[in-house]
C-alpha cells in the first residue's frame, strides 16, 4: 500500500509589508504574505519572491503608536543583506482591527515555523536600538519633570487649583510616551515566547489554525 505524500502546510496572510530597509513609508503598496514548511513568500511589484527560514540572519519585532493607534512591525532580515517589514497597519499607515489579529496570528505562526527548523540561525530581537531608547528615556524624564512635577509643586506652593488641570494634561501627553518606551525595551527573546506587550492586540489562539481570513484593504 502505498502513502500519500505530506501536503505542505501553507497558510496566507494578507498583511502589508514594504522590501528592503525603508525606515518611513508613507504608503504601502503590496500585501500578502505566505508560509510554507520551511519557507516564506511574498510578491512586490508583480514579481514572486521567497525566502528559506534558514536564510533568515534577524528577526526584529517593533510596535510604534500613532495617536492611539498601536501598529506592529516585524522586520526580517535575510543572510544576503536584504529585508522585509510586514506590518499591521493598513496601506495608509494607520490602525486596523482586523489586520491587528491577522498580524498577531502571523507573527506567531512565523515564529513557530522557525523555531522548528533545525537549520535555523535567526536572532530574535525587540525593541529600539539603545541610542534610541536613551534618548526616549531622557525625553520622558524632561517631559515628566516639565509637565508633572513643576506643575505639582507650583500646585502645593500657590495652592492655585488651576496646575492640577495642568498636570493632568501633563500626564496625558507623558503617558504614551512613556508606554512606548516600557514595550520597546531593546532585548532579544525566546522564539517559543513571542513578547506579548509588541503586539498592537493580545489574542488567546488556538494551537492550530486551519483557515485565515484574508483582507483586501
Given at each position: 500500500m502505498?502513502?500519500?505524500?505530506?501536503?505542505?502546510?501553507?497558510k496566507s496572510y494578507d498583511l502589508y509589508f514594504a522590501?528592503?530597509?525603508?525606515?518611513l513609508i508613507w504608503r504601502y503598496s503590496d500585501h500578502g504574505v505566505t508560509l510554507s514548511d520551511?519557507?516564506?513568500a511574498w510578491i512586490a511589484g508583480g514579481l514572486q519572491s521567497h525566502a528559506p527560514f534558514s536564510d533568515i540572519v534577524g528577526v526584529h519585532l517593533q510596535l510604534g503608536y500613532i495617536e492611539d493607534s498601536a501598529i506592529g512591525t516585524c522586520r526580517l532580515s535575510f543572510a544576503d543583506?536584504?529585508?522585509?517589514?510586514?506590518v499591521s497597519s493598513n496601506k495608509r499607515g494607520f490602525e486596523d482591527a482586523a489586520l491587528d489579529r491577522i498580524y498577531v496570528?502571523?507573527?506567531q505562526d512565523l515564529h513557530a515555523r522557525i523555531a522548528a527548523q533545525r537549520d535555523a540561525r535567526a536572532c530574535f530581537t525587540a525593541g529600539f536600538g539603545a541610542g534610541r531608547y536613551l534618548f526616549g528615556k531622557i525625553v520622558i524624564v524632561v517631559a515628566?519633570?516639565?509637565?508633572?512635577?513643576?506643575p505639582v509643586a507650583a500646585l502645593l506652593f500657590t495652592g492655585d487649583w488651576k496646575l492640577a488641570l495642568l498636570t493632568y494634561s501633563g500626564a496625558v501627553l507623558v503617558?504614551?510616551?512613556y508606554k512606548v518606551m516600557q514595550a520597546n525595551a531593546p532585548r532579544?527573546?525566546?522564539?517559543?515566547?513571542?513578547?506579548?506587550?509588541?503586539?498592537?492586540?493580545?489574542?488567546?489562539l488556538p494551537p492550530k489554525v486551519d483557515t485565515v481570513l484574508l483582507d483586501s484593504n
Open positions: 502505498s502513502i500519500a505524500p505530506a501536503v505542505p502546510d501553507r522590501v528592503g530597509e525603508k525606515r520551511d519557507a516564506i543583506g536584504s529585508g522585509l517589514v510586514i496570528e502571523f507573527v515628566g519633570l516639565f509637565f508633572i512635577v513643576t503617558w504614551p510616551v532579544s527573546y525566546d522564539p517559543r515566547q513571542v513578547p506579548p506587550e509588541l503586539m498592537p492586540v493580545r489574542l488567546n
